[in-house]
């Protein structure tokens, strides 16, 4: 049991949940083995609270970490526990040369991976076809069927690693893949361990790698939530994203309640389908951009987890913990790397990784310094990996819990941005949703009038931005560069017809058949997927029918 003196001094719940994710965090606390005294000598206490003395329920709005409403981080001992998942997001050319650079990132102290996908595969189409001409393997990894998700994962034990993929539309078909794979290599549904964004509505908001409406997009995102918390009960089945918010030019505010909005959306289709919410709720994860300006990005992930909290709590009835609790993943800000300059980048990434850890991260990519060139390199990925080990490391930030808290500074811009999410909620809630402020653009007018504001301000030199209006520069051209063999279409193209040529095509017919009639009937589409992927059927061949099914959206347009 734990040391009665450990809890008072942590000022956790007293609820019996608390004392047993207290009792856990202790436990890894010690396994870390570390001195915590700054490189001085000087002790560095796990809380700290305005007066050591203090009761448990001051000040509610600030609370303790791992207590409701989680301002101050979801776990009680936060890093002093575990440090965050480190990822890197990496994925190019071939399932073979991704596979080659996630073993080299593991080798060199990557705790988790993040899969980026080419363009085709997050649109739903095969190598082959005609629009995905020029762009196979060239932003991500060209991935068309279960072959290419062997190889992806080749002498990766999927019950060893967590899996971040970020994909949405075709989020039920790269799961599946995942999941067949996982059988192929015996390893149980239960210990497996990662996340698929699934986010459609952010898509169809900012980035626009939708392909069906927004409502039979929403089934089959719900369809995946459900599967999951039956089936994969370690799995995150969707990462709510502000990042692509925040890179389309919203404000930290926007990002946040638009995020949640988009969150909300979620959660009341997943009820409206019938779920309970404390059984799907805990495995709803998020995922925020971080900007170098470290003050607002704490304040902006501390306003984040407390709105969050009290939404679940007092708009949907949430009883369990873990349903309130805001858990995201970061990733560094990709819209402020410059192609000048490209060294600065690595200043601005290891401020914005420094603000993410602050701020209590459950997990952190950072972006390589020549992004704004090129995919990454090998020393730049290097780099970036590095950058994450040394804030944990040598930094302090995981020294304590929320470093920052008690900032006069801290407090009230963790508050005022919470004020502008809730007003921000509450407009969208008049218009009679998330979906209908989208059908209305009022989400994409916001971004669209912050971005367009902070562009003027770059532009007339109000706002300094180092290497682009000021301290600028004469450079010699960039020559180290990782550059996509541009074959890797053809090379795609002939493997999937030799795949075509050697399936079992009774058995491919029979499963695409029986997707078809689930889709029509207007059931859960996962374990259909399942056996279709297994059946060595494309992702192309696979959207396709759901393109059939439920057609292909096409946005108003308003501008």
Not at 225 to 253: D, L, M, Q
Not at 273 to 288: C, E, Q, T, W
Not at 494 to 504: F, P, Y
């Amino acid at each position: 049991m734990f040391d009665k003196d450990e809890l008072k001094k942590t000022k956790t719940a007293k609820d019996k949940w608390g004392k047993e994710i207290l009792q856990k965090s202790l436990v890894r606390e010690k396994e870390r083995k570390e001195i915590f005294t700054s490189i001085s000598g000087t002790p560095i206490e796990r809380l700290y609270t305005p007066l050591e003395s203090a009761s448990l329920d001051y000040n509610e709005e600030i609370g303790y970490p791992g207590q409701y409403p989680f301002t101050r981080g979801i776990q009680p001992t936060m890093y002093r526990g575990r440090f965050w998942t480190m990822r890197q997001y990496a994925g190019f050319g071939s399932a073979k040369e991704s596979n080659e650079r996630y073993r080299y990132l593991l080798n060199q102290g990557q705790t988790g991976l993040s899969v980026a996908f080419d363009l085709p595969t997050q649109a739903g189409y095969d190598s082959d076809h005609p629009l995905s001409m020029g762009e196979v393997g060239k932003v991500g990894v060209a991935i068309d069927y279960i072959g290419d998700m062997r190889v992806l994962f080749n002498k990766i034990p999927l019950d060893k690693v967590t899996t971040s993929m970020t994909i949405n539309a075709p989020a039920t078909v790269l799961l599946a893949m995942y999941l067949a794979v996982a059988d192929e290599q015996g390893v149980s549904y239960d210990k497996l361990g990662g996340t698929v964004q699934n986010d459609i509505l952010k898509e169809i908001t900012v980035r626009g790698q939708y392909i069906y409406p927004p409502q039979p997009s929403m089934k089959l995102t719900v369809d995946l939530i459900e599967y999951c918390f039956k089936n994969v009960p370690r799995w995150n089945s969707i990462s709510i994203s502000g990042y692509h918010i925040r890179e389309a030019g919203s404000t930290a505010a926007q990002e946040v309640a638009f995020t949640i909005a988009d969150g909300i959306a979620y959660v009341q289709a997943c009820i409206d389908r019938g779920l309970d919410v404390d059984a799907f709720a805990p495995r709803l994860s998020f995922f925020f951009n971080a900007f170098t300006n470290v003050v607002e990005e704490v304040a902006k992930f501390r306003a984040a987890r407390r709105c969050w909290a009290k939404i679940m709590k007092e708009r949907f009835g949430a009883k369990d913990p873990r349903s309130m609790m805001l858990r995201f993943h970061v990733q560094t800000g990709g819209v402020t790397l410059t192609a000048q300059q490209p060294l600065n980048n690595i200043i601005r990434v290891t401020l914005q990784a420094y603000a993410a850890t602050l701020g209590g991260c459950q997990s952190l990519h950072t972006n390589s310094y020549d992004e704004a060139l090129c995919l990454p390199t090998e020393q730049a990925v290097t780099v970036a990996l590095r950058t994450q080990q040394i804030v944990a490391e040598e930094s302090g930030a995981a020294d304590t819990i929320d470093p920052l808290a008690g900032s006069y500074m801290v407090e009230a811009l963790t508050n005022k941005i919470e004020a502008q999410i809730e007003e921000y909620l509450q407009k969208i809630d008049a218009m009679g949703g998330t979906l209908a402020a989208i059908e209305q653009a009022y989400i994409q007018k916001e971004i669209q009038q912050s971005a367009y504001r902070f562009q003027k301000e770059i532009e007339s030199q109000e706002r300094a931005y180092v290497g682009i209006n000021k301290y600028t520069m004469e450079e010699p051209a960039c020559t180290n560069l990782l550059k996509i063999d541009m074959k890797t279409g053809e090379m795609e193209a002939k493997k999937l017809r030799e795949m075509r040529a050697k399936r079992d095509n009774t058995k491919w017919k029979k499963a695409l058949e029986q997707l078809k009639q689930v889709s029509l009937a207007n059931e859960n589409v996962m374990p259909a997927v399942i056996e279709a992927v297994k059946a060595e059927a494309t992702i192309g061949e696979i959207c396709d029918i759901w393109r059939e099914i439920y057609g292909e959206y096409k946005p108003k347009q308003f501008f």
